[in-house]
């Protein structure tokens, strides 16, 4: 089993930054990518960013230019950076883990709130 732990949100002025974390911990041979989504009120979750083992990056298209995916390998921990938060950025971020078998795992959420 995997265990994800985030931290970093909050809230935050239009404008500003934000940087989540997520370290992975436990059964954690195997991991295939890793990743940020998000899930706004009432609408579906989706992908932000994620960042496979061998360091490909996926961008959904609204953040590109102004968050970054990165990850330590050694602390088995992905960072995400959020510059240049708009108001639509506002949602609970979830860390992702997808195996290499398949399997997926998820942190419990982190709110972020970008608001004047």
């Known amino acids: 089993q995997v265990q994800l732990v985030e931290s970093g949100g909050g809230l935050v002025q239009p404008g500003g930054s934000l940087r989540l974390s997520c370290a992975a911990s436990g059964s954690i041979f195997g991991i295939y990518a890793m990743g940020w989504y998000r899930q706004a009120p009432e609408k579906q979750r989706e992908l932000v960013a994620s960042?496979?083992?061998?360091?490909?990056?996926t961008y959904t298209g609204s953040v590109k230019g102004r968050f970054t995916i990165s990850r330590d390998n050694a602390k088995n921990t992905v960072y995400l950076q959020m510059n240049s938060l708009k108001p639509e950025d506002t949602a609970v971020y979830y860390c992702?883990?997808?195996?290499?078998?398949?399997?997926?795992?998820w942190g419990q959420g982190t709110q972020v709130t970008v608001s004047s």
């Open positions: 992702n883990v997808d195996m290499f078998t398949g399997s997926a795992h």
């Open positions: 960042i496979t083992s061998g360091g490909s990056l």
